[in-house]
């Protein structure tokens, strides 16, 4: 059996004999089957089976079984095949789950594999998907892989007429998503809080490098790259820099006192493991707590306010003094960065301190692999820069090319009480602590946002600086704006979902590709 997609928690490969009873669990469920309208027969999933082999033989690709990685278990059938509707032949990306592994986000999953696979294997300009007018489920998979309703039409089944609606996404109009996410895993990794960033300004050079472009580290340690295209210059800004903590001192009984580095805060990182990076070699780990952190010892753990000075890194070493942990390399002004704990749920959420900005930085890499793989250029100048001083103000405030006449800032989209945007949108800024964005600008975004089909809000965030601003205010004469994908719990423990990085790459692409600005 041959294996076709890998996305990390399923396996899509051809369907062998061996398949046959897991099929007739799908097909003989009325549930799974209900938009067919009648069940299979055992000699139905037979034939079944064999028109999806006849498929690979002539086309090369048809409906795949998609395995569970972790178990082996086949939980559905997804892939691609020709149907025809209303005379003309459309690629469908399709796809059927048994009912017991539904509402785990398979369908979604497998459907935007199939996807990707048909723009980027075999070439095509579009893939469609037709289903039932009342198949709500589907409709939702569909509209998760980018999908718009093109018409309606009639289709004839076992039962007689049946309505139903063609939903199409074009190459172009999505990104690889799963690109963009690993990405973000693996800038995650790297611990990079503000004034410790070689290492993360390494990663992207080295995969600025590997997608074919030619970027340069800035003397403040930054990562720039020109995308390519002519006319109106504009810079997408992302930071890779990340709140986190030095060494202010050892106490007497070995332990460390923290100094925050940006807007870390003692009460969202209390009981976070941490390594402390030595300045000449060695990294150890460690936790957060608060001293006395024991609730049957400290007769005021619930009233003890949690700051910094009330808290201290307990080292997985056996000190015992400060001379203990002097011995061990660590000093004052030592790093200490925090276990980001990144993860991805079922549901499409990605949860993970960081994703300011580093899901952006992740989103900026996906729009830069989406030119090359599409070998076209951007329809204006496009630079990318990734800085690395943002978290303390500062990000941006040099290293602007000096022909740039607009700034946008691609970092966190604000989730909470009193804002229209949820995790599963892009934000368009219009104001911020700093004051309002350029009208135009974020005109423009709103436009783009609608023509690209992305779910998105436009808000106003209280508490809130951006590196377009530290720009401006090192005196750049630049239009600028802000957008992001929406994140909740910003400091902290923070979620987004894939969703809303989907939304925020189609106003990418459709601002810096589609739109002539």
């Known amino acids: 059996m041959r294996e076709i997609l890998n996305t990390g928690r399923l396996l899509l490969r051809e369907m062998v004999a061996g398949d046959l009873q897991d099929l007739k669990e799908m097909l003989q469920d009325p549930e799974v089957v209900y938009a067919y309208e009648h069940t299979f027969t055992d000699q139905d ?9 006849g498929r690979y033989q002539k086309d090369g690709f048809g409906l795949w079984a998609v395995i569970l990685a972790a178990t082996g278990e086949m939980v559905g059938q997804a892939g691609l095949t020709w149907q025809e509707c209303e005379g003309q032949p459309v690629l469908e990306v399709g796809y059927l789950l048994k009912k017991r ?26 893939v469609s998907s037709l289903i039932k007018t009342d198949n709500l489920a589907s409709i939702r998979v569909a509209e998760s892989c980018g999908m718009h309703r093109q018409r309606e039409f009639i289709a004839h089944y076992y039962n007689g007429p049946m309505a139903h609606y063609q939903y199409t996404v074009w190459k172009g109009d999505t990104m690889d998503i799963t690109y963009c996410v690993e990405q973000l895993k693996a800038l995650c990794a790297i611990d990079s809080p503000s004034g410790f960033t070689d290492r993360a300004a390494d990663y992207l050079m080295e995969e600025l490098t590997r997608l074919g472009y030619a970027p340069e580290k800035t003397r403040k340690g930054g990562v720039r790259v020109c995308l ?103 000093c004052e002004g030592d790093f200490v960065c925090f276990d980001p704990r990144t993860t991805v749920t079922d549901s499409g959420y990605i949860k993970s301190r960081f994703l300011d900005d580093k899901l952006s930085a992740a989103m900026l890499l996906a729009l830069a692999k989406e030119l090359k793989d599409q070998g076209i250029s951007p329809k204006r100048k496009v630079y990318l820069h990734f800085t690395v001083y943002e978290e303390v103000g500062h990000g941006a405030a040099a290293s602007v090319p000096g022909d740039v006449e607009e700034l946008l ?67 750049y004469d630049v239009r600028h704006g802000l957008i992001g994908a929406g994140v909740y719990a910003s400091h902290g423990y923070e979620r987004s979902h894939v969703d809303g990085v989907e939304n925020t790459l189609k106003l990418l692409w459709q601002y810096t590709v589609k739109e002539t600005v």
């Open 409 to 475: 800032s691609v970092d966190m989209g604000c989730v909470g009480e009193g804002l229209q945007c949820t995790e599963r949108e892009v934000s368009i800024c219009a104001k911020d602590s700093g004051g309002p964005y350029d009208y135009q600008v974020t005109t423009a975004l709103v436009e783009a946002a609608k023509a690209a089909g992305a779910a998105y809000a436009v808000d106003v965030y209280p508490h809130y600086g951006s590196d377009a601003e530290a720009a401006l205010r090192a005196g």
């Open 228 to 330: 390519g295209g002519e006319g109106s210059p504009l810079l997408l800004m992302a930071h890779v820099d990340t709140l986190g903590a030095v060494v202010q001192s050892i106490k007497g009984n070995g332990r460390l006192v923290l100094s925050p580095v940006g807007g870390l805060r003692a009460e969202n990182c209390e009981a976070e493991n941490c390594r402390i990076y030595t300045r000449f070699g060695g990294t150890y780990t460690g936790c957060l707590q608060i001293v006395n952190a024991s609730s049957h010892v400290n007769d005021d753990y619930a009233g003890a306010k949690r700051q910094f000075n009330q808290m201290e890194v307990v080292i997985d070493q056996p000190v015992k003094s400060e001379q203990d942990t002097r011995d061990l390399g660590i």
């Open 45 to 53: 999933v037979k034939e079944w089976l064999a028109r999806q082999q």
């Open 101 to 126: 592994h539904w509402h785990r986000g398979y369908a979604r999953e497998a459907a935007r594999a199939c996807r990707d696979y048909a723009f980027r294997v075999l070439g095509v300009e579009k």
